[in-house]
């Protein structure tokens, strides 16, 4: 069923209140409505919450497709527009499965569910793990820091308990970066560690662990690439309810609340064998699953740079139909990630109707998979349908969230390359102000498609509207993650503000066309970690 919207704003009014907009662009590209118009069909019932791999996920990709054609858009995917992305599908068979912790020859098992979730990223070949637990803080190890969450204990053979998050002298983008899987497991399997029990940072959670367990319904994916296969070696990961997390501290002489208060403010953990240890088994069901990237390329006029592209990316993939809330089962995603779908929709068909001339050609990029694991833009970015060092930055587009005026542009990557420097000087244009990462312990950084780029070695930014610590809009976003994000109330029915989305894809678009212009590529900053991977 299509649902009413509730604008909060209108254009002319941030026209009004934006003087040098008017003065910088005299012309007003977006208005919001049309936007709004691709949101709505994204986002409808009929697309099923666009669950990767899915019927509703392929109706949403025609649909694009659609639009991208009409619009004189060229495809530049592997067969069209599309690149095919094949995928492992896993699904946790939760009545084959148990966990247990363990302690003086008595077992208490543990409820999925309300005390733990079971995932699938593990080598479940063997009927059951049995080991010693030990707490290492963050789970961190940060050479550039000199940052050792795994020295000083033997960990070989020994599953390990970590509170996501990092200590406040790491900087957030680093601390990010470490904290992915990938690199993560790297260090912990050079230590010996056979398998992971992660406790979620309570003062950094999105959603309750209430929604986070109704969502264990929802299937894993991973690339089904030999190449794309980090967990070798681990045994078993599991996810522990905070609430509950006291009894993995029993006996240890450290409770999980004076812990949690400590990485509340990101400062230093101890670390500290276990009484208890565990012992599970997980049982997973795999099936092959093929899914697409979307790519479309707006040619540059100029003969040497138009062989060079920036990329706007979008992931059109989000988490189907699973659990009722409500008594809706259909996880439409308007604006996880509808919105920065509708948003590449809104600006190519601009561009090409009021074409700026454009040196460097620009490609459109919507990915699949991003909630599997950023799986789409990692296998783009790994396996690019244009030459690799043809492509100068990314600036990613997902969940902007025009839930209030845009006043603040929050630019993950700011401080890191250039191209942070340039996304501010546009957003000033308009008198907004561009702020870096309010809120690290979120990982943000790492947890959108620009990141399948900074590890390639491209520039790359996600910029959302903002807000200041302590504001009254922070509690308006906080509320809405609690009650929306990954829920089925993220559709059609929710207040947003045009003006705000409209004013969005006015810096989006100045963006692109000043990367596109700009004779010299955006570069890496000599301090930033990331410049490393510049000659990957």
Do not use: C
Request: no cysteine.
């Amino acid at each position: 069923m299509r649902r009413a919207i509730y604008a909060t704003a209108v254009f002319a009014a941030a026209l009004a209140s934006l003087p040098l907009f008017a003065q910088t662009q005299p012309e007003s590209h977006f208005d919001g409505k049309s936007w709004w118009e691709h949101v709505k069909v994204l986002a409808d019932d009929s697309m099923e919450g666009r669950e990767t791999g899915s019927a509703g996920l392929r109706r949403a990709q025609a649909y694009v497709v659609g639009q991208l054609t009409k619009n004189g858009l060229e495809p530049a995917g592997a067969n069209g527009f599309y690149q095919p992305v094949k995928l492992n599908r896993r699904q946790v068979i939760e009545k084959d499965s148990f966990a247990a912790l363990t302690h003086d020859g008595k077992s208490e098992t543990l409820t999925p569910g309300d005390e733990v979730l079971f995932s699938t990223r593990s080598d479940s070949s063997e009927k059951e793990i049995s080991a010693p637990l030990v707490f290492v803080g963050y789970g961190l190890r940060i050479p550039e820091k000199q940052f050792d969450d795994l020295s000083g204990q033997n960990l070989s053979g020994k599953i390990i308990v970590y509170i996501a998050g990092s200590p406040a002298d790491i900087p957030a983008a680093l601390a990010s970066h470490y904290s992915t899987f990938e690199e993560r497991w790297k260090s912990l399997l050079a230590a010996g560690v056979i398998g992971v029990i992660a406790i979620p940072n309570p003062a950094s959670m999105d959603i309750p662990w209430s929604r986070i367990a109704l969502n264990r319904s929802h299937p894993s994916m991973d690339l089904a690439d030999a190449e794309f296969n980090d967990a070798e070696g681990l045994k078993l990961s599991l996810l522990f309810n905070p609430v509950q997390a006291e009894k993995l501290f029993a006996g240890s002489g450290h409770t999980f609340a004076e812990l949690a208060a400590l990485a509340k403010d990101r400062k230093p953990l101890p670390r500290f064998p276990l009484k208890v240890g565990v012992k599970a088994h997980v049982a997973v069901e795999t099936t092959e699953v093929e899914s697409a990237n979307l790519v479309a390329k707006l040619p540059g006029s100029d003969p040497v740079l138009k062989n060079e592209y920036v990329v706007l990316s979008a992931h059109l993939d989000h988490l189907g139909i699973g659990e009722p809330v409500n008594g809706d089962r259909i996880y439409n995603g308007a604006m996880d990630d509808g919105s920065g779908s509708a948003a590449l929709l809104d600006v190519a068909a601009n561009l090409k109707a009021h074409p700026d001339k454009l040196k460097r050609s620009i490609v459109f990029l919507f990915v699949t998979a991003e909630e599997k694991g950023l799986l789409g833009s990692r296998y783009f970015a790994t396996h690019p349908t244009l030459p690799a060092k043809s492509i100068v930055a990314d600036i990613n587009i997902d969940m902007f969230l025009p839930i209030v005026p845009l006043k603040f542009l929050e630019v993950k990557g700011l401080e890191e390359s250039d191209l942070g420097d340039r996304a501010a000087a546009v957003a000033a244009s308009f008198s907004v102000k561009a702020i870096p990462d309010q809120e690290p312990l979120r990982n943000r950084f790492i947890r959108s498609d620009q990141y399948s780029f900074i590890v390639r070695g491209i520039p790359a930014v996600k910029m959302d509207v903002g807000f200041l610590l302590g504001s009254p809009e922070q509690k308006i976003f906080k509320d809405w993650l609690t009650n929306r994000y990954h829920a089925p109330s993220d559709d059609l029915n929710q207040p947003v503000d045009l003006s705000a989305a409209a004013l969005y894809e006015e810096i989006i678009r100045r963006l692109l066309v000043d990367s596109a212009n700009n004779p010299a590529r955006p570069e890496w900053k000599h301090d930033s970690f990331f410049r490393r991977y510049a000659n990957n």
